[in-house]
């Protein structure tokens, strides 16, 4: 049975030194931890043509540096999705949200947008932040 990890808090308080710095190795590299189910390829492909789409009418404007934040969060939004850093819970809200927006449920989204924002809000404002200024608010 292997032991757990220590925190590199506690690290800081242990008096063996022969493993702290594999510790501190492997707290470093796992930035990455997954919370939930990888999203299906399909589904994710359909999220991306619909976050596409409000991301090229929000672009109208010419604003290149808007654009490129925008495909800069959603491409975070990808890859949690595709990698499985997000909740199921969340990921499904993320589907709803999508459906919201394909029935132009303006509405709806925003609120799917509210409640995702209660969902793992630190791991998540990132993407949050900029598909929430890609849904139009009529």
Do not use: C, F
Request: proline letters at 4%; a positive charge.
């Amino acid at each position: 049975v292997p032991w757990p990890l220590p925190t590199s808090t506690q690290q800081k308080l242990s008096t063996t030194s022969s493993v702290a710095e594999q510790n501190k190795a492997v707290q470093e590299g796992s930035g990455a931890v997954v919370l939930g189910d990888p999203m299906a390829p399909h589904e994710l492909s359909h999220v991306k043509g619909v976050l596409g789409m409000l991301l090229e009418m929000s672009s109208q404007d010419g604003n290149a540096r808007k654009k490129e934040d925008h495909m800069k969060r959603l491409e975070d939004l990808y890859n949690k999705l595709q990698s499985g850093q997000m909740r199921n819970a969340a990921s499904q809200k993320v589907l709803h949200l999508v459906k919201s927006v394909e029935a132009q449920d303006y509405m709806g989204a925003n609120k799917t947008m509210q409640e995702l924002s209660a969902i793992d809000w630190d791991q998540n404002k990132n993407w949050i932040q900029g598909v929430r200024r890609l849904i139009p608010h009529k």
